[in-house]
């Protein structure tokens, strides 16, 4: 797998949570992942090395298949513009080469026309003739011939010349399209391999009592993370009023789609769960089957993709004038920072990062820094 050296200030763009505004180079973002990853998998070796609690080495192993995640999807969404853009690569050089064999076709009738008839110039023999008007025309049009010959071999060396390119450019992308084709298959191997390693750590932390009960008290440290990172949001926020694709969800209360269909396990605001511990959930968990798809509730544009302890990997969707839904607990994602999306649209898939209860969706709608009761909201 490729390996890169980062600077200092690469390294301060490997922060996990990404916003809108970070949107470097796409090649760039794939090695940036690769190394983030290796870092990753690095600390995770040290933490294995040594006496630990779980939920540190489950947190460490999380965020590496959150990551695996990412890359993965960047890595086809990479190859597969490669495919189209060689796809076209290839039918611009085929019709390169029917140009190039027509205009050689027509350069070689016209050296033969000159071969059989000789280099002695037609309009010599209409000046001898006595004719000056005559050889005039004679003299143009023997010109003309001889500018478009011209032109006809000028145009067969710009024609082979991008023929070259052209070959040039789809041999440079099929080297690249191959390596990225190769750094998948290694990444789901190795995501396939995290994942077990996660399933092992669960079933150790679900066998502990103390274990469970430090994971239920981060759960209100990470609960105020999404909130500083909701208002983050708002104070950045640009006013999306004239877009009607993100022109809020005043008019849509009863209306939003389910991001998965199945049975609400958590229901929004303060309870008491089985152990007497009193939780507060910003949203609904609605329990599901991992790879269940799930849908976008409204029309909105990814503006946040990220990884936290509790909600594993999470997308938030921006629906304009401060309406914002989140999905967290998934595995595979679909979507990237910038991207629109429409109402009902698949974004990602049902995992269980993030939680030690098995799969589900937690689903959160806000506006601003406001937590809303979802069920008020949906069809």
């Known amino acids: 797998m490729k390996k890169l050296i980062l600077t200092t200030a690469a390294l301060s763009m490997l922060t996990f949570g990404l916003s809108e505004a970070d949107n470097p180079d796409r090649q760039r973002q794939i090695e940036e992942f690769q190394e983030k990853l290796s870092l990753k998998r690095s600390r995770y070796e040290e933490l294995s090395g040594k006496e630990k609690d779980q939920l540190e080495k489950l947190r460490s192993i999380e965020e590496q298949v959150a990551l695996s995640n990412q890359l993965i999807l960047k890595i086809s969404r990479e190859s597969q513009k490669l495919k189209k853009s060689i796809s076209g690569h290839s039918s611009q050089l085929e019709s390169s080469k029917l140009d190039y064999e027509k205009k050689k076709r027509s350069l070689y009738r016209r050296m033969k026309y000159i071969y059989k008839h000789g280099n002695r110039p037609a309009w010599l023999s209409l000046i001898s003739s006595g004719n000056p008007t005559e050889a005039i025309v004679a003299y143009k049009n023997i010109r003309s011939l001889m500018d478009y010959d011209r032109q006809l071999v000028t145009s067969l060396e710009s024609i ?128 599901g089957s991992i790879g269940t798809k799930v849908l976008a509730s409204a029309t909105g544009k990814t503006i946040y993709i990220s990884w936290l302890r509790g909600y594993g990997q999470f997308i938030i969707l921006d629906h304009g004038k401060g309406y914002y839904t989140l999905y967290a607990n998934l595995s595979d994602i679909y979507v990237e920072i910038g991207d629109h999306v429409q109402a009902g649209e698949v974004i990602a898939e049902v995992g269980e990062l993030g939680s030690l209860e098995g799969p589900g969706l937690h689903f959160e709608l806000r506006r601003k820094k406001e937590s809303l009761d979802p069920i008020r909201w949906l069809r």
């Not at 070259?164 to 990225?180: A, G, I, V, Y």
């Not at 609960?223 to 008019?251: C, H, R, T, Y």
């Not at 303060?270 to 939780?279: E, S």
């Open 160 to 287: 082979s010349r991008k023929i070259e390119s052209e070959l040039k450019q789809m041999k440079n992308e099929k080297r690249l399209l191959d390596d990225f084709e190769k750094d998948y298959r290694e990444e789901l191997e190795l995501r396939k391999t995290s994942l077990s390693i996660r399933k092992q750590l669960v079933e150790k932390i679900r066998g502990d009592r103390s274990e469970i009960a430090k994971a239920i008290s981060n759960l209100e440290d990470e609960a105020a993370a999404i909130s500083e990172i909701f208002a983050d949001l708002n104070k950045n926020a640009v006013e999306q009023a004239d877009s009607p694709e993100l022109a809020g969800l005043e008019n849509q209360r009863g209306n939003l789609i389910w991001p998965i269909q199945g049975k609400i396990v958590r229901s929004f605001g303060t309870r008491k769960d089985k152990r007497g511990i009193k939780l507060t959930n910003p949203g609904i968990d609605i329990k």
